[in-house]
């Protein structure tokens, strides 16, 4: 057994199973629905398609971060049974939980000086996110240490890729992230933005496709683009998705006909609610390990 423990966050979208089967405890974020406060309990609490009917019927969930008293709640525990511990965090780009967890480990630090607390800000979001944790586990699992595991962690991860589309341009268009005039104009054309995750963590608009069937097809050439050795890649990949599982499963299927060498089929896992109350459902996010990341 190693002697230590892999931790995350639930934003890394991967299910509550998964984490169990793999002993990899997490930390819940928070929203806000219809009056009521929830945990993002991988779908426990609501299941992901009321919560992507109630958004569609015009709900407004808020989101709120792990904070750092429920770092040190995640942490102790394992630091008590003599566990050194590896987390990844939620892109620094996207939220303040990476803080929290920096000042979490430099508190119990003081108190458990024997012990190694390292902190990864994964840069990733979503089952992105979820495929750096699964690929922390797989070398965990093959007996990497914990200094070294770290230090691979920090060297590769702007190698994972994340791109997304979106055929639902309500949410964006709550949140102000695109204009009224500019949502109306988008949905009357058929327009599904492209977007992908730069060297900071921010999710940045790539490219403005008119059509479903041609934005699933450009999100396929960007991993034939980008993808590690091209179309003989040999590595996972995760895709993730919020209420439409008929796109994904059209981009799933492109990318098993083009890529022969995957590491077992394309893994497609529902966007979460706390990145999903600021996709909205119609989102499609594609993971896979490439060149390194643009700007």
């Known amino acids: 057994m190693p002697d230590y423990m892999i931790?995350?966050?639930?934003?890394?979208?991967?299910?509550?199973?998964?984490?169990?089967?793999?002993?990899?405890?997490?930390?819940?974020?928070?929203?806000?629905?219809?009056?009521?406060?929830?945990?993002?309990?991988?779908?426990?609490?609501?299941?992901?398609?009321?919560?992507?009917?109630?958004?569609?019927?015009?709900?407004?969930?808020?989101t709120s971060q792990v904070n750092t008293e429920e770092y040190?709640?995640?942490?102790?525990?394992?630091?008590?049974?003599?566990?050194?511990?590896?987390?990844?965090?939620?892109?620094?780009?996207?939220?303040?939980?990476?803080?929290?967890?920096?000042?979490?480990?430099?508190?119990?630090?003081?108190?458990?000086?024997?012990?190694?607390?390292?902190?990864?800000?994964?840069?990733?979001?979503?089952?992105?996110?979820?495929?750096?944790?699964?690929?922390?586990?797989?070398k965990r699992d093959a007996g990497m240490p914990i200094d070294e595991l770290y230090n691979w962690l920090e060297q590769n991860k702007l190698r994972l890729h994340h791109w997304f589309f979106s055929t639902d341009l309500t949410s964006y268009k709550r949140?102000?992230?695109?204009?009224?005039?500019?949502?109306?104009?988008?949905?009357?054309?058929?327009?599904?933005?492209?977007?992908?995750?730069?060297?900071?963590?921010?999710?940045?608009?790539?490219?403005?496709?008119?059509?479903k069937k041609q934005v699933v097809r450009e999100i396929v050439r960007m991993m034939e683009e980008h993808a590690e050795n091209g179309l003989g890649y040999s590595g996972k990949c995760f895709i993730s998705e919020s209420a439409c599982m008929e796109d994904a499963r059209a981009v799933a299927d492109q990318v098993q006909a083009q890529?022969?060498?995957?590491?077992?089929?394309?893994?497609?896992?529902?966007?979460?609610t706390v990145i999903g109350a600021h996709t909205g459902p119609g989102t499609v996010a594609l993971f896979f390990w490439g060149d390194e990341r643009f700007d």
């Open 7 to 62: 931790t995350c966050c639930s934003t890394a979208d991967l299910s509550a199973d998964y984490f169990r089967e793999k002993g990899v405890p997490y930390a819940c974020f928070h929203f806000h629905l219809e009056g009521k406060d929830y945990q993002d309990d991988l779908g426990q609490s609501i299941s992901f398609p009321d919560y992507y009917a109630a958004i569609a019927a015009g709900a407004m969930p808020t």
């Open 72 to 138: 040190e709640a995640l942490f102790e525990p394992l630091l008590k049974r003599g566990k050194d511990i590896l987390h990844l965090t939620l892109s620094s780009g996207l939220s303040g939980t990476y803080t929290s967890a920096c000042i979490a480990r430099d508190e119990l630090n003081e108190r458990y000086p024997e012990r190694r607390i390292y902190v990864v800000d994964t840069l990733g979001a979503s089952s992105g996110y979820g495929l750096l944790v699964d690929t922390a586990c797989e």
């Open 175 to 211: 949140g102000g992230r695109i204009s009224p005039t500019a949502a109306t104009f988008g949905t009357l054309l058929g327009i599904c933005p492209l977007l992908n995750m730069d060297r900071e963590g921010h999710l940045i608009p790539r490219k403005k496709i008119r059509g």
């Open 259 to 272: 890529f022969p060498n995957l590491n077992g089929k394309v893994c497609i896992n529902s966007i979460g």
